[in-house]
């Protein structure tokens, strides 16, 4: 497998007035999953689809391979893309799809047979599409990404509408072709799947580069020593940690998060101001933590904060 990558360089794209890609700029490498993130808003979908060719940048560039997109005769031969399961004619069969793709881009007919196979399909491949469900359409989308044994593979959202065993099936998935070589991009939100499946995370916000990194370095950095405590007198510990300088998140009814301070020291603070507690551990941040406390100002659209009195009935 040729050693592909996704590049891009200072992306600019504006509609009207918003700005939602500004200078935008990272590179997918070839073996691994990259996972990439980002709040609603914050210009993912935009990007890929300048990747794409879909959407025109009002700046900067992307390649793929080298060069742009539409330098590919036949890109489904190098680029395989999940955007849209929606996009299909509902009136349409899957293999009949799959088979159009496939005369289009110069792919023999046995290998629509081949990626039906791969993604569970065969049995329902004469059924028209409008009778699928989101998952088996999510499928649908997949292998026809995977029509033309591309190099590259640019996926947005495709665990959206899978069960359990879809789920599993898809990040068994992404790592075997990461294995092989290929190019995997994955847009996702969610964190604990990218956690088990991503080897390296892009984060965006706001149309920006945030983090562009390893999920084993993000979490190194970011997350530090933190200690779990578990205590009948909440408030009391909060107040004697917080004089002391950590850092302490209220994580659950007993339990309270401290970082900044060993767990000796922890321990003999407690001690020292009398607070009660009947547990106390190690607690490493997982990377949904990590995600949004990255992420917290630069999201778009955001709830307000529950309030004791909000949730009064």
């Known amino acids: 497998m040729t050693n592909l990558t996704i590049e891009a360089r200072e992306l600019v794209k504006r509609y009207g ?114 009778g699928y469900s989101l998952g088996m359409r999510q499928r649908l989308g997949i292998a026809g990404a995977l029509l033309g044994d591309p190099g590259i593979l640019i996926l947005d959202e495709p665990v959206n509408g899978l069960d359990p065993e879809g789920i599993r099936w898809i990040r068994g998935l992404l790592k075997q072709l990461a294995a092989e070589g290929r190019t995997v991009l994955v847009s996702s939100h969610l964190m604990s799947e990218l956690q088990d499946t991503a080897d390296h995370l892009v984060i965006m916000g706001r149309g920006r580069l945030l983090a562009d990194t390893s999920v084993k370095e993000l979490l190194d950095r970011t997350s530090g020593e933190q200690v779990e405590v578990r205590t009948t007198d909440r408030a009391k510990a909060v107040e004697a940690l917080t004089l002391a300088g950590a850092t302490v998140a209220v994580t659950g009814a007993e339990t309270v998060t401290v970082s900044d301070l060993p767990t000796e020291r922890v321990v003999s603070l407690l001690s020292a101001a009398g607070v009660p507690f009947t547990g106390i551990g190690q607690h490493r941040a997982s990377l949904e933590d990590v995600y949004m406390a990255l992420t917290r100002e630069h999201t778009t659209f955001a709830a307000a904060p529950e309030t004791e009195e909000a949730l009064t009935w």
């Open 17 to 130: 007035s918003t700005l939602a890609v500004d200078r935008f700029s990272c590179t997918v490498e070839a073996g691994r999953v990259t996972g990439f993130v980002g709040p609603n808003g914050a210009g993912k979908s935009t990007t890929m689809r300048m990747m794409l060719a879909l959407d025109r940048p009002d700046g900067g560039a992307t390649l793929i391979g080298g060069k742009p997109y539409t330098a590919y005769r036949e890109p489904a031969r190098t680029v395989g893309a999940l955007l849209d399961p929606e996009a299909v004619h509902p009136g349409r069969r899957a293999a009949d799809r799959l088979l159009w793709m496939a005369q289009y881009n110069g792919i023999p007919r046995k290998r629509v047979n081949e990626v039906l196979q791969i993604v569970g399909l065969e049995s329902v491949a004469r059924k028209r599409v409008g």
